[in-house]
């Protein structure tokens, strides 16, 4: 009741504030709480005029805060963007042991950071490949990069990605990022093919607000083992 009178002892002080109410805010905006520069009833609703298009404003306080549904605009949201393909290479000794398909500790944290990733976001899909390096028939390395992507694709739905949301093949030696060395050691060879041995994980159509596409792109690039393609 104290505020109510308060109020209306300043009637002769108040300005009609020159500014339209947004359309698309609330009908009745409260005064700000810490610096107000309207007239407010004992709820803190700002009074409003006759055809609640304009809010009365003090004289005392000037630079009183704006208020949304007053004198201040609504921010903008930020809206969503698409980002049609994130594809990542891990490195496959990051998650198996030569010429295994079970996944290690390190590639288990790996995938886990992933997970987390996408439980954090809307995608549309998931495609894991496993590849090879050259060494091998052609037989034994679809399997084995068959294998290892079933690998991944199980990890990751055991961390509580939809099965659905994931497919997996295996493309063996066929798409090989750098061509096999014909001369050196075995070794050196083995070696010089690390690139070539790889799991890729391409996400599709990742839905995040337009400002945090870099720090999406920023937290793919901190998983260990991944290379962004």
Same mark, same amino acid.
């Given at each position: ?13 108040? $300005? /009609?504030? &020159?500014?339209? *109410?947004?359309?698309?805010? +609330? ?6 709480? =810490? ?74 944290? $790996? /995938?886990? &950071?992933?997970? *987390?990733?996408?439980?954090? +976001? ?6 894991? =490949? ?100």
């Amino acid at each position: 009741m104290k505020n109510f009178v308060k109020v209306a002892s300043l009637a002769a002080t108040l $300005a /009609l504030a &020159a500014c339209q *109410t947004n359309p698309n805010t +609330v009908v009745s905006p409260k005064e700000d709480a =810490v610096n107000s520069r309207h007239v407010a009833d004992t709820e803190h609703q700002i009074w409003k005029n006759g055809t609640d298009e304009l809010c009365w404003q003090t004289g005392y306080y000037p630079d009183g805060n704006a208020v949304v549904g007053c004198d201040a605009v609504a921010a903008k949201p930020v809206e969503n963007v698409k980002i049609d393909s994130s594809k990542l290479n891990f490195d496959a000794s990051a998650l198996f042991d030569f010429d295994k398909a079970t996944l290690r500790p390190m590639g288990q944290q $790996a /995938l886990g &950071a992933l997970a *987390t990733a996408l439980k954090s +976001v809307k995608f549309d899909q998931t495609i894991v =490949v496993g590849h090879t390096d050259s060494f091998g028939s052609d037989a034994y390395n679809d399997r084995l990069s068959l294998r290892r992507a079933e690998a991944v694709k199980a990890f990751l739905v055991s961390q509580g990605i939809s099965p659905a949301a994931i497919t997996t093949s295996g493309m063996g030696k066929r798409q090989l990022l750098v061509q096999p060395l014909t001369k050196g050691t075995r070794a050196a060879r083995i070696a010089a093919e690390q690139p070539n041995r790889r799991v890729s994980v391409d996400v599709r159509g990742v839905n995040v607000p337009a400002d945090q596409v870099g720090r999406w792109n920023t937290f793919l690039q901190s998983i260990p083992g991944v290379n962004i393609k």
